[in-house]
T-cell receptor
Framework: DAGITQSPRYKITETGRQVTLMCHQT?????MFWYRQDLGHGLRLIYY???????DKGEVPDGYVVSRSKTENFPLTLESATRSQTSVYFC??????????????FGQGTRLTVV | GDSVTQMEGPVTLSEEAFLTINCTYT??????LFWYVQYPGEGLQLLLK?????DKGSNKGFEATYRKETTSFHLEKGSVQVSDSAVYFC????????????FGQGTELSVKP
């Protein structure tokens, strides 16, 4: 199916465990993003990628690792999960047209609970 | 740094009421401005956007005008429906930054029949 898909949709993990959230897009967009959504904070950027093998930190990168070996995939790993990382995580992708931002397309989100 | 501030919710309206959700921003230069909508259990969808001062974005009866002088991008709709119940996010991004978005905190809208 065309679009951007995240997996899993729901995840419960224990403090200290490593967990990876997956994101896959079918449009071959250059840019991909990971945001977390927390009440009162809106969405905050964790990491983003401008192309395969190019990643950069966003506003709240601590405790997270990303990679982008293929254009279509952008996994987010929590190396040692903490309760403060309980959140809803959204992946997004976009393209630019002569530097202007086109629409960002969002996945349906992964609700992660760290116990 | 750049930031976006939205009016706090939740906002509760009766069907066919007029809607305004305030959004102001702080940014250098001339960012693009967006409104995204999130329906329950779903991801965000672009509702409308404006890329330069005095531009008006519109979609599905919603409108917002990019006001450089007041650094605002207020969302309006003349007559809301129950189906408009959702969380609305104001956001900005800068030219040549690949679509990185800075979001406001979101405003929940509940429309009662």
């Amino acid at each position: 199916d065309a679009g951007i898909t995240q997996s899993p949709r729901y995840k419960i993990t224990e403090t200290g465990r490593q967990v990876t959230l997956m994101c896959h897009q079918t449009w071959s967009h250059s840019y991909m993003f990971w945001y977390r959504q927390d009440l009162g904070h809106g969405l905050r950027l964790i990491y983003y990628s401008a192309a395969a093998d190019i990643t950069d930190k966003g506003e709240v990168p601590d405790g997270y690792v990303v990679s982008r070996s293929k254009t279509e995939n952008f996994p987010l790993t929590l190396e040692s999960a903490t309760r403060s990382q309980t959140s809803v995580y959204f992946c997004a992708s976009s393209e630019t047209d002569r530097g202007l931002n086109t629409e960002a397309f969002f996945g349906q989100g992964t609700r992660l609970t760290v116990v | 740094g750049d930031s976006v501030t939205q009016m706090e919710g939740p906002v509760t309206l009766s069907e066919e009421a007029f809607l305004t959700i305030n959004c102001t921003y702080t940014a250098t230069g001339y960012p693009s401005l967006f409104w995204y909508v999130q329906y329950p259990g779903e991801g965000l969808q672009l509702l409308l956007k404006a890329t330069k001062a005095d531009d008006k974005g519109s979609n599905k009866g919603f409108e917002a005008t990019y006001r450089k002088e007041t650094t605002s991008f207020h969302l309006e709709k003349g007559s809301v429906q129950v189906s408009d119940s959702a969380v609305y996010f104001c956001a900005l991004s800068h030219y040549n930054q690949g679509g990185k978005l800075i979001f406001g905190q979101g405003t929940e809208l509940s429309v009662k029949p």
